[in-house]
């Protein structure tokens, strides 16, 4: 697949995400402080970067696992299909779970990783997303916690990625399509 040529402007700054995620660590220590262990569950693959640095600030007892989850392939819109690419390790029955995200768009991702894990009978379960595109949305979900709300713009940075490039940027940027010579 060919990429139409792009330059990437910072949205949100390294020093801005780092502010907001220790803030949202204290939040989530809070509602979790009688926790005996937090399952803390990534979803696969754009929350990798979120997940790791949302852990570090914890205080709390932690296990991590996986849950790979795709309505997007390589493309810019969501085929509003999801599909379990990769499903958690570890049981959450009568566990506390927290399910990391890195963006949630239209919403159907979450919606259907949420009623799976719902269906597995955790003791509380409550979601994060570092991004919100509320704008987006075509299902009716909004997660307990979200790092920041943006506007209907195409990013990259922080573990998201563009046909998987740019998930090593420090921050998140804004795709800006350029013309072709």
């Known amino acids: 697949m060919s990429q139409r040529p792009?330059?990437?402007?910072?949205?949100?700054s390294a020093k801005a995400i780092a502010a907001r995620i220790e803030s949202l660590a204290r939040e989530i220590e809070a509602e979790f402080s009688d926790t005996n262990k937090l399952v803390v569950v990534g979803l696969l693959r754009g929350s990798f970067v979120?997940?790791?640095?949302?852990?570090?600030?914890?205080d709390l007892p932690i296990e991590v696992d996986f849950l790979e989850a795709s309505s997007y392939g390589d493309g810019m819109e969501s085929s509003?299909?999801?599909?379990?690419?990769?499903d958690l390790r570890g049981a959450i029955e009568g566990r506390d779970v927290l399910v990391v995200e890195d963006i949630i768009d239209t919403g159907h991702t979450m919606y259907h990783v949420h009623h799976?894990?719902?269906?597995?009978?955790?003791?509380r379960m409550k979601t994060i997303a570092l991004l919100d595109k509320p704008t987006r949305r075509?299902?009716?979900?909004?997660?307990?916690?979200t790092g920041f709300a943006i506007p209907d713009e195409f990013v990259v940075g922080y573990g998201i990625d563009y046909?998987?490039?740019n998930r090593n940027?420090?921050?998140?940027?804004?795709?800006?399509?350029?013309?072709?010579?």
């Open 80 to 86: 509003r299909e999801v599909r379990i690419l990769k």
């Open 138 to 145: 075509e299902v009716d979900f909004k997660s307990d916690w």
């Open 6 to 12: 792009y330059v990437i402007d910072q949205l949100i």
């Open 116 to 123: 799976l894990l719902e269906s597995r009978s955790p003791a």
């Open 163 to 165: 046909a998987q490039r």
């Open 50 to 58: 979120f997940i790791a640095d949302l852990v570090r600030e914890l």
């Open 169 to 181: 940027l420090p921050f998140i940027g804004k795709v800006r399509f350029t013309e072709t010579a």
